[in-house]
């Protein structure tokens, strides 16, 4: 934007479903009229090339559903077209404070009235929900210093493993969904689309892990690559990306007051994480202890288990384990101190490319009696009998 001296006519073209954000400059009023197409502000049709006089100060927008082409006479502070919004995704080693960042840059946008989405790709460090999955949620108003990131409804998805090399394929896959299912909700929010999202990863940024960034960074068409303290992953996603040329990868210094956290330190924060989901930050929460009978719940894991048997194979050749293959588990005490995710899969072939409502813990197996007895948010029915195990445990303290 920028304040324009003399009085000039300009004309700007929004694309449908875009919204041009105007503010009227301090000093003199803006004429604005619709030069073709259809467009609305606050929901108010404009009618066809007829100026409108607005005074100065004023903050409004213009939307088009269908494309429009607006012609404005006068001084304004800012004026953009909002339609695709940046899609930002924080990059750097374990503790580089890439969710603290991610955190900041989403209250300051929900502050000046935006509503982007937290895509959260940390399966070790949950800030969305428990660890494990990855998740997205619209932030609307600034993140609450003590509560973090309000937890109503966000879209989870359930990689079971606090690390990515239990199963890098299955990662990938949920990548992939996650985003799909967060294009399609912008295909119908302009505002969500217009707001873009902020994208948190995971600080294994070596090897497969610079493979898994690439690949998020690629899957979510983020557009500004923010690398926290580290030169050398910086010009290695520099020139990977450089034939990409929509993509600006910048490089920040490292927050010198960023906290240093060991592996049993984050251990311990994966632990109150599960029970902050069960019992609330500071134990508001009252979940529910069920028990159900074996054959009322349906069990299953993500991968592993031959793909094809030796005999299909070409000689020589091992059987591989198909990485996404579901394969439904029988209830025993291997269950016991599972957390285990409710998918909202109506077929267990859902299971991979659904998210999931929420999640439960295995209390008691008791194999006599085929009950088994879990810990969930609240009493009453599970919203699917389809769930999914992984290697995430908790032991309650
Ligand atoms: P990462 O996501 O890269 O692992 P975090 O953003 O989670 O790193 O930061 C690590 C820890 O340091 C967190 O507990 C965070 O609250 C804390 N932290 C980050 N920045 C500051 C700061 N400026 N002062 C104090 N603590 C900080």
């Avoid at 006479?73 to 899609?87: H, S």
């Avoid at 069920?290 to 069990?299: E, G, P, Q, Y």
């Amino acid at each position: 934007g920028g304040s324009g001296s003399a009085s000039t006519i300009k004309q700007v073209k929004l694309e449908r479903e875009s919204e041009l954000r105007i503010e009227v400059g301090n000093d003199a009023p803006l004429r604005l009229r619709l030069l073709n197409g259809t467009a609305e502000i606050f929901g108010t049709e404009l009618p066809p090339e007829i100026w409108l006089n607005f005074p100065p100060r004023l903050k409004f927008a213009v939307f088009t559903w269908f494309g429009a082409t607006i012609e404005m006479d006068g001084a304004t502070e800012t004026d953009y077209t909002a339609d695709e919004g940046p899609r930002v995704i924080v990059v750097g080693p374990t503790d580089s404070g890439k969710s603290t960042l991610s955190r900041m840059l989403l209250s300051w946008a929900a502050k000046q009235g935006w509503k982007p989405t937290f895509v959260d790709l940390d399966i070790g460090q949950g800030s969305i929900t428990i660890p494990g999955c990855i998740a997205a949620t619209p932030i609307e108003m600034p993140i609450d210093p003590v509560e973090g990131i309000p937890l109503e409804m966000p879209l989870v998805y359930f990689y079971g493993h606090a690390t990515p090399s239990n199963n890098v394929e299955l990662y990938k896959v949920l990548v992939k969904e996650l985003s799909g299912m967060i294009e399609r909700q912008f295909t119908g929010n302009a505002e969500s689309r217009a707001s873009g999202m902020v994208i948190n990863t995971m600080g294994w940024i070596e090897g497969v892990g610079y493979d898994l960034l690439l690949h998020a960074i690629r899957t979510f068409k983020a557009n500004v690559v923010l690398v926290l303290g580290q030169e050398k992953l910086c010009s290695m996603l520099k020139d990977v990306l450089k034939s990409e040329p929509k993509v600006d990868v910048v490089k920040l210094q490292r927050s010198g007051g960023v906290v240093s956290r060991n592996a049993k330190v984050r251990q311990k924060a994966r632990s109150y994480r599960i029970r902050e989901y069960f019992y609330g930050l500071s134990n508001d929460l009252s979940p529910h202890s069920n028990i159900a009978n074996f054959s009322d719940l349906f069990v299953y894991r993500v991968g592993g288990g031959p793909q094809a048997p030796r005999s299909a194979l070409p000689i020589g050749a091992e059987p591989a384990a198909d990485p996404t293959r579901v394969v439904p588990v029988n209830i025993n005490r291997d269950l016991l101190h599972l957390v285990l995710a409710v998918s909202f899969a109506k077929e267990p072939d859902e299971i991979i490319s659904s998210n999931v409502a929420g999640f439960i813990y295995v209390t008691d197996i008791d194999i006599q009696r085929k009950k088994i007895t879990y810990l969930a948010p609240s009493s009453g029915e599970l919203p699917s009998k389809y769930l999914i195990m992984g290697s995430l445990t908790w032991l309650e303290t």
